[in-house]
């Protein structure tokens, strides 16, 4: 690797990193809004223009606030989860693609932190460590209510990672590949998985709220039942993570859903469009300028499914711990298994009918 | 035995797949919730958008002047008897020659004070006042004090200024709602203030 390509990697790598932090920012701010909107107030709108400066008052409230650690919390541990949180949180935006390529001076610069050909695995693993996290942070704290909290979230996250992969192999099946990049590029045009998969994006999206920690699977925050959940004992900057890392994570799953599902940078009509850009303003800024589009219509369609996550927060009631469990092994595990049969046997024996019919 | 018709008969029926399947139920609330998120907004933006209380509320006290501009209070006390939050306080002073066109009754209140910290705004003095110089604003809060010093409210913010003068345009709920249809019509908004007895 010379140096120009480290250069462009890092430069890359940076403005991923800096727009994920930019939108969970920003997301603290919409979600304020979105609650006011929809139960009829305006939402903060007294700091800037529509309450736009909200985040930056709110972060510098934490990081004025006392950073207290209980006198019987293990204290590295303790300052150990919220870094676990973030750390993790902000990992997975690594392989995502945002766009296709750039061209500059003959080079193609692709839009994407890493293209590994396991991406999706890579996002799994990452989003399997996040649970750590609240888990240490939680035990950490000394407190029963933080340790219920912290307990609750490792075993909804462990269930629900089971159905959300399952559900994730029948696309694999379709797209016979791992890379984040591979997948997407095979939904060219209007060609989205969502149109194959109904019943796996349905799983999928599940699955993902209940990762999360959203509402309506919100149960390691309890607020009725377990004063604060696993962040009881945090305050200033630390409980600040946490809450950040949640919508770092809201803001990776809407990402990695609509690339999984709804075809990431691609939108119908695109080939019109790119043909018509490169014919006016040459293979290079035409191009560049089809790409952009392009990662426009993906934070399109991730920040719609972030306002989704808020939309439903502020529609459906939490769920009772039993429930959370009998819908993930008993509703969601079947049917993921379902959805591979069903997904199987279309590849086998619908796709050859229709291929041949097609021509 | 039936007492309303408002009853429901509770039912243990098993439901049915779409009811168990969950998402139409969801779907609804969706529904239900962006509705929301595109309806106008109730919110009154406060301190620049003020609502009308009625006429009956109780707020910022005043002394009264009459309509020569002479101050109406002849500090007998009643209202600092009245005050169940002994929040009034008053020193009576003798009228002078020459001050007849400063003071209605020869006797008057050199101070009067009312602490805003124990005042409950229960409007009491307003009833007690034989003289009808002490009354609770209903257009007008009390605002916020940081000091303490700001708390003790003396004459010089409570006597009535000529320039500004306070009129209270309807004192039955019948006015109020008449004056709110002329206000929603835009038509002259100044009732002539009731005659003082």
Request: glycine fraction near 8%; include cysteine.
């Given at each position: 690797?010379?140096?120009?390509?480290?250069?462009?990697?890092?430069?890359?790598?940076?403005?991923?990193?800096?727009?994920?932090?930019?939108?969970?920012?920003?997301?603290?701010?919409?979600?304020?809004?979105?609650?006011?909107?929809?139960?009829?107030?305006?939402g903060p709108?007294?700091?800037?223009?529509?309450?736009?400066?909200?985040?930056?008052?709110?972060?510098?409230?934490?990081?004025f606030?006392e950073?207290?650690?209980?006198?019987?919390?293990?204290?590295?541990?303790?300052?150990?989860?919220?870094s676990?949180?973030?750390l993790?949180?902000?990992?997975?935006?690594?392989?995502?693609?945002?766009?296709?390529?750039?061209?500059?001076?003959?080079?193609?610069?692709?839009?994407?932190?890493?293209?590994?050909?396991?991406?999706?695995?890579?996002?799994?693993?990452?989003?399997?460590?996040?649970?750590y996290?609240?888990?240490?942070?939680?035990?950490?704290?000394?407190?029963?209510?933080?340790l219920?909290?912290?307990?609750?979230?490792?075993?909804?996250?462990?269930?629900?990672?089971?159905?959300?992969?399952?559900?994730?192999?029948?696309?694999?099946?379709?797209?016979?590949?791992?890379?984040?990049?591979?997948?997407?590029?095979?939904?060219?045009?209007?060609?989205?998985?969502?149109?194959?998969?109904?019943?796996?994006?349905?799983?999928?999206?599940t699955?993902?709220?209940?990762?999360?920690?959203?509402?309506?699977f919100?149960?390691?925050?309890c607020?009725?039942?377990?004063?604060?959940?696993?962040?009881?004992?945090?305050?200033?900057?630390?409980?600040?993570?946490?809450?950040?890392?949640?919508?770092?994570?809201?803001f990776?799953?809407?990402?990695?859903?609509?690339?999984?599902?709804?075809?990431?940078?691609?939108?119908?009509?695109?080939?019109?469009?790119y043909?018509?850009?490169?014919?006016?303003?040459?293979?290079e800024?035409?191009?560049?300028?089809?790409?952009?589009?392009?990662?426009?219509?993906?934070?399109?369609?991730?920040?719609?499914?972030?306002?989704?996550?808020m939309?439903?927060r502020?529609?459906?009631?939490?769920?009772?711990?039993?429930?959370?469990?009998n819908?993930?092994?008993?509703?969601?595990?079947?049917?993921?298994?379902?959805?591979?049969?069903?997904?199987?046997?279309?590849?086998?024996?619908?796709?050859?009918v229709?291929?041949?019919?097609?021509? | 035995?039936?007492l309303?018709?408002?009853?429901?008969?509770?039912?243990?029926?098993?439901?049915?797949l779409?009811?168990?399947?969950?998402?139409?139920?969801?779907?609804?609330?969706?529904?239900?919730?962006?509705?929301?998120?595109f309806?106008?907004?109730?919110?009154?933006?406060?301190?620049?958008?003020?609502?009308?209380?009625?006429?009956?509320?109780?707020?910022?006290?005043?002394?009264?002047?009459?309509?020569?501009?002479?101050?109406?209070?002849?500090?007998?006390?009643?209202?600092?008897?009245?005050?169940?939050?002994?929040?009034?306080?008053?020193?009576?002073?003798?009228?002078?020659?020459?001050?007849?066109?400063?003071?209605?009754?020869?006797?008057?209140?050199?101070?009067?004070?009312?602490?805003?910290?124990?005042?409950?705004?229960?409007?009491?003095?307003?009833?007690?006042?034989?003289?009808?110089?002490?009354?609770?604003?209903?257009?007008?809060?009390?605002?916020?004090?940081?000091?303490?010093?700001?708390?003790?409210?003396?004459?010089?913010?409570l006597?009535?200024?000529?320039?500004?003068?306070?009129?209270?345009?309807?004192?039955?709920?019948?006015?109020?709602?008449?004056?709110?249809?002329?206000r929603?019509?835009?038509?002259?908004?100044?009732?002539?203030?009731?005659?003082i007895?």
């Amino acid at each position: 690797m010379d140096l120009t390509e480290f250069l462009v990697k890092t430069a890359t790598i940076f403005a991923v990193f800096v727009a994920t932090l930019v939108i969970a920012m920003y997301s603290t701010w919409a979600e304020r809004k979105v609650a006011g909107f929809i139960q009829d107030r305006s939402g903060p709108n007294r700091a800037g223009w529509g309450g736009l400066l909200q985040p930056l008052a709110d972060a510098g409230k934490m990081f004025f606030k006392e950073d207290f650690i209980p006198a019987l919390a293990n204290k590295w541990l303790f300052i150990a989860g919220p870094s676990l949180a973030m750390l993790t949180a902000m990992l997975a935006s690594a392989v995502i693609p945002f766009g296709s390529t750039i061209r500059v001076a003959g080079h193609e610069v692709p839009l994407q932190g890493v293209e590994s050909n396991i991406g999706i695995l890579y996002v799994f693993g990452v989003v399997a460590l996040g649970v750590y996290g609240i888990m240490v942070g939680g035990w950490a704290s000394n407190n029963k209510f933080s340790l219920l909290g912290a307990i609750r979230a490792a075993s909804q996250n462990i269930s629900y990672e089971v159905a959300m992969g399952l559900s994730l192999i029948a696309i694999l099946m379709m797209s016979s590949s791992l890379s984040l990049g591979e997948i997407v590029s095979q939904q060219h045009g209007m060609n989205w998985n969502i149109f194959y998969q109904p019943l796996g994006f349905i799983i999928f999206i599940t699955c993902s709220f209940a990762e999360c920690n959203r509402v309506p699977f919100d149960l390691p925050e309890c607020e009725t039942e377990l004063v604060g959940g696993y962040h009881t004992e945090y305050g200033s900057m630390k409980l600040g993570f946490y809450l950040f890392a949640e919508y770092i994570n809201m803001f990776i799953s809407s990402a990695i859903i609509s690339v999984l599902y709804f075809g990431g940078y691609n939108y119908p009509g695109m080939d019109f469009v790119y043909n018509q850009l490169v014919n006016a303003l040459g293979t290079e800024t035409g191009h560049n300028i089809a790409t952009l589009i392009g990662t426009a219509v993906f934070f399109g369609k991730a920040l719609f499914f972030v306002f989704f996550y808020m939309w439903v927060r502020w529609t459906i009631p939490r769920f009772r711990y039993d429930q959370l469990m009998n819908l993930g092994w008993k509703k969601l595990i079947p049917l993921a298994i379902l959805n591979i049969l069903i997904t199987g046997a279309a590849v086998l024996f619908l796709k050859p009918v229709i291929t041949a019919w097609l021509n | 035995m039936q007492l309303t018709n408002r009853s429901k008969q509770v039912s243990n029926k098993q439901m049915t797949l779409a009811e168990r399947a969950y998402l139409p139920a969801i779907a609804t609330g969706l529904a239900i919730t962006i509705k929301h998120f595109f309806a106008k907004k109730v919110t009154i933006q406060y301190p620049e958008v003020k609502r009308y209380l009625g006429p009956v509320f109780r707020g910022r006290h005043i002394l009264k002047r009459d309509a020569e501009g002479r101050e109406r209070c002849t500090a007998c006390g009643l209202c600092a008897v009245a005050c169940p939050a002994e929040a009034i306080s008053m020193v009576a002073s003798e009228r002078q020659k020459g001050e007849e066109n400063l003071y209605r009754e020869e006797k008057y209140a050199a101070v009067y004070e009312v602490n805003m910290l124990r005042c409950i705004f229960c409007g009491l003095c307003e009833e007690a006042c034989p003289k009808q110089a002490v009354y609770l604003r209903h257009d007008e809060f009390v605002p916020v004090f940081t000091e303490r010093d700001q708390v003790i409210w003396g004459k010089d913010l409570l006597v009535e200024d000529m320039n500004n003068r306070y009129t209270r345009e309807a004192w039955t709920k019948e006015e109020a709602h008449v004056l709110d249809a002329k206000r929603a019509n835009g038509e002259a908004t100044n009732v002539v203030p009731r005659a003082i007895p």
